[in-house]
């Protein structure tokens, strides 16, 4: 019993046992002092530059950032309630009937819900509707925009004074109208329409609405025609930002 306490007496010195845990303690409480002062001047640093903060997985020891959740569109429920019309108004052309779309609710929801992803943060003030198929999602937009709509006709549809834009077609000329009071210059205008192909009416929408000197001009279609030869977004202004939901 002597000899084992005499070799405990020797390989355990108990006064160093206590320096070393002072020690490691002190240590300690320095380094929890210096983790404290890097999260105070991180969280200072944050609110001056406006930045998120960046959480981290304790588990796996990764950083992660939360990204909101981006829907995607279903093109495919679209595609299987588009009805396509061959040779119509004339030969050769291949007439996309987008009312088929509208009379879906599934379809016509997600045109909307598509929509108003892309610009719910615009600051849009009012929808330009391109008679007559583009008077449908320009008002069901407004709804969810908080925005106005307004109506471009052709002639003699609207009741008051009109201002007015011609533009030349295949066969001759073409001519569209808003009211003369419809836009202002605090305006942020999105105009429209239900398909791009060659953009000619388009253009001259976007012209039209130009001349009441809005804020911004955004041009919006349900389908572009792409494999047909068309080249309709090269016709637009390079100011005037235009999206479209489906590429044909």
């Keep these: 019993m002597f000899h084992v306490k005499q070799i405990i007496s020797k390989t355990f010195d108990a006064q160093s046992f206590k320096k070393g845990c002072i ?3 002190a240590v300690k409480v320095k380094l929890q002092q210096f983790v404290k002062q890097k999260r105070i ?5 944050q609110k001056q530059t406006g930045k998120k903060p960046i959480k981290r997985n304790k588990k796996k020891n990764k950083i992660s950032i939360n990204l909101k959740h981006k829907k995607v569109m279903n093109n495919q429920l679209l595609l299987d309630n588009l009805r396509c019309i061959p040779d119509w108004p004339i030969k050769g052309v291949n007439f996309r009937d987008v009312s088929t779309l509208f009379k879906n609710p599934a379809s016509l929801k997600e045109i909307s819900d598509e929509m108003y992803e892309l610009y719910k943060d615009k600051g849009i003030t009012k929808i330009v509707g391109i008679e007559s198929r583009g008077f449908v999602m320009s008002s069901a937009l407004a709804i969810r925009l908080g925005a106005g709509v307004v109506l471009c006709r052709k002639p ?4 008051c004074k009109t201002v007015q834009e011609s533009y030349a077609k295949e066969y001759g ?4 109208e808003i009211h003369e009071d419809a836009i202002n ?5 999105l105009l429209h329409d239900d398909l791009l192909a060659t953009g000619g009416t388009m253009k001259a929408a976007c012209d039209l609405v130009k001349k009441f000197h809005p804020k911004k001009v955004y041009a919006n279609f349900i389908i572009e025609l792409v494999n047909e030869n068309f080249e309709g977004r090269k016709s637009f202004d390079p100011d005037v930002e235009v999206t479209t939901l489906l590429q044909l």
Excluded: M, W
């Design 23 to 25: 020690k490691c303690f």
């Design 173 to 176: 000329i073409d001519t569209i």
């Design 41 to 45: 001047k991180s969280c200072k640093k």
């Design 185 to 189: 210059e605090n305006d942020i205008v």
């Design 156 to 159: 003699g549809k609207l009741p």
